[in-house]
């Protein structure tokens, strides 16, 4: 069966987290840069898949990172066991995760060293030495909790977080989403909607945020006429608008933030396709379980 490619969202805002390497994965990195490697070295940011190896002999928690098909290293063991749960469920429902990846390399021949080649892995005299690493969020902030709209959406590319006003007054709408960590990730939707502006007596539209089609609170008018344009643009192609929001507290205090980017900050290129929900029903294995809990 062909995996879905899946984005993971996490947390992480840089490459950290460490990519464990021998020598036979050190020549499958050389492989991905161009020979010559320059006297400076050279930098490589990708996507890289992570893949769990149920069937390894070492060790069947392990989990591999793979880029364009190639194995680069491994997740060192405890972050391995850490992260396998949650990675190994979104495989089996047919999902690859995703995740950024950032690759340096250097080379350089070592002729003129006593006993230059002894010990380096590149050809007789040659010196290559290379770093891998991922950006990985914490295993509760990977995948949302929720299931994506049913129908044709888009997702905007993350932004700045900005706190949706209102959302702490929705407790018994939010309550599905509270989780013991205190914050998860969550699909919402954003809606143009007419208000009434009763400074100016006049009506005004706004955009209201949704979690599973239910209001938890509308931007200000400044804020909305900077998604509004992106809003309108899929309503016309019949797509709603999605995007990553973090629901965080309990029901003693809570708050909803919405990280997306705004109209005038997306790229040219923007939409690159309208997506779908991969499975439509049943529910997905992985949201189920979080929800029961």
Known sequence: MELIPFSLWGDALWCGQEVVREAPHEQAI???????IPARGADLDTEADLV???HNRFDPRSIAVRVQGKVVGYLPRDDAHRYHPVLSELVAQGLQP?????LWVSE????NWEGAGAG????????????????????HMLVPVNLPPPGSFHLLPPGSGIVVPGSEVHPDILAPFFRAEGECWAYATMHAIEEEDTIQDRHRIVVEVRLDDEPVGRLS???????????HYLADMRAETAARVAVRGDRSAS????????????????PDGLARS????????YWATKEAN
């Open 98 to 102: 995703q995740v950024p990846c950032h």
């Open 108 to 111: 350089w021949t070592a002729a």
């Open 221 to 231: 008018a400044r804020l909305s006429a900077e998604f509004l344009p992106a809003i």
């Open 30 to 36: 050389r492989s991905l840069f161009p020979d010559p």
């Open 278 to 285: 991969p499975v439509a029903s049943p529910q997905w294995h």
């Open 52 to 54: 769990p190896e149920p």
């Open 255 to 270: 708050e909803v933030i919405l990280y997306a980017a705004r109209s005038h900050d997306l790229p040219a290129t923007w």
């Open 120 to 139: 380096g892995n590149g050809p007789q005299g040659t010196e290559f030495h290379a770093s891998v690493a991922v950006a990985l969020g914490q295993p």
